[in-house]
């Protein structure tokens, strides 16, 4: 529940979202408790409470997205260790290797 809380709080202009009652729009403009959403290909404009979304599509996209990256990423810092370059294999990883001590880079 608070998971969902913070995924409303968390809408911003151009998301697209979905509401409970399964219509999808872009977000044009925020408010306290509100939102107004552009639909369909006439580019309707509705107001909706903000309790009503259901999902943010374009949260869920990001997310996917930088999941992908991190697999990715995880991957390749795999390939290079097998391969026994442990130096490229520590970058990919995000950390370094300094004087035989692993410092993790943020």
């Not at 959403?37 to 909706?48: K, M, S, V």
């Not at 026994?84 to 990883?93: H, I, L, M, R, V």
């Amino acid at each position: 529940q608070k998971e969902e809380q913070a995924m409303r709080e968390a809408v911003e202009v151009g998301d697209e979202i979905t509401t409970i009652g399964g219509i999808c729009g872009k977000v044009v403009t925020t408010k306290e408790d509100a939102l107004i959403i552009e639909t369909g290909a006439d580019r309707n404009r509705i107001t909706i409470k903000r309790w009503s979304v259901q999902a943010n599509n374009t949260a869920n996209e990001r997310l996917a997205a930088e999941r992908a990256a991190a697999k990715e990423a995880a991957e390749k810092g795999k390939s290079y260790f097998d391969s026994g370059d442990y130096e490229t294999a520590a970058k990919a990883f995000g950390v370094a290797i300094q004087n035989g001590n692993v410092n993790f880079c943020v």
